[in-house]
C-alpha cells in the first residue's frame, strides 16, 4: 500500500488551492483531476471536473437538480460525467504517474460506485495518494479516512500556507519512499 494523505476542512477554506498547489509542484509525477466552482451572478451555479491534464466536464449544476437522479442540496449530479472523467484520470494517473490526485472525495463523488473501486485500487497499489475528503460524516469517507497508513490533517484558514507546503514535502517524501523503498 503506498502512503495516503488526506485533507479536511470546512467549505471554501482552500483544499482545492492545496491539491492545485501540489500538482504544479510535481508537474507530471502527478495525475488525477481537481473539482472547481462553476459561478454566476447569483453565486455558485455547480461544479466542473478538470483533469491535470486539462480535460473537463461539468458533473454537478443548479439546472440538473430533476435531470438527474442523484442530488446533493440543490445540485443534481451526472456521475457518468464523473466516471467518464475522473475516474478514468484516477485509473490512469494509476497506471502512468508516480503519485495520484484527487479532490474531492465527497458527497457528490461517492455516489459512484466506479469512483470508490479506483480509490480502492490507488490504496492496495504503491503509489502514492493525496487526496480532499469532506468533513462532513458520510459512512464511506469516515472508513476510508481511519484506514491503517492514513495520515489525516485538517486545514484550516490559520494553518492554511503552512500546510500547503508541507503537503508538498509530504509528496516528495512519499515518491522517495516508492523509489527507494526500505
Known amino acids: 500500500m503506498g502512503a495516503v494523505l488526506l485533507i479536511t476542512g470546512r467549505p471554501g477554506v482552500g483544499k482545492t488551492t492545496l491539491i492545485r498547489r501540489v500538482a504544479e509542484a510535481l508537474g507530471n509525477r502527478a495525475g488525477g483531476f481537481y473539482t472547481e466552482e462553476i459561478r454566476g451572478p447569483q453565486g455558485r451555479l455547480g461544479f466542473r471536473l478538470v483533469t491535470l491534464d486539462g480535460r473537463a466536464a461539468i458533473f454537478a449544476h ?86 491503517p497508513g492514513v495520515t489525516l490533517w485538517a486545514l484550516t484558514p490559520a494553518n492554511r500556507e503552512t500546510l500547503q507546503a508541507r503537503a508538498v514535502q509530504w509528496a516528495e517524501q512519499a515518491l522517495g519512499d516508492v523509489a527507494h523503498p526500505s
Open 62 to 147: 443548479v439546472e440538473w437538480a430533476a435531470r438527474f437522479p442523484h442530488r446533493v442540496g440543490r445540485y443534481g449530479v451526472d456521475v457518468t460525467a464523473l466516471d467518464r472523467l475522473g475516474v478514468a484520470a484516477i485509473r490512469q494517473a494509476l497506471a502512468e504517474k508516480e503519485i495520484v490526485l484527487v479532490d474531492e472525495i465527497g458527497k457528490m463523488e461517492l455516489f459512484s460506485q466506479a469512483f470508490r473501486e479506483a480509490l480502492e485500487a490507488v490504496l492496495a497499489s504503491p503509489r502514492p495518494l493525496i487526496a480532499t475528503i469532506t468533513q462532513s460524516p458520510h459512512p464511506w469517507a469516515e472508513a476510508f479516512k481511519r484506514r
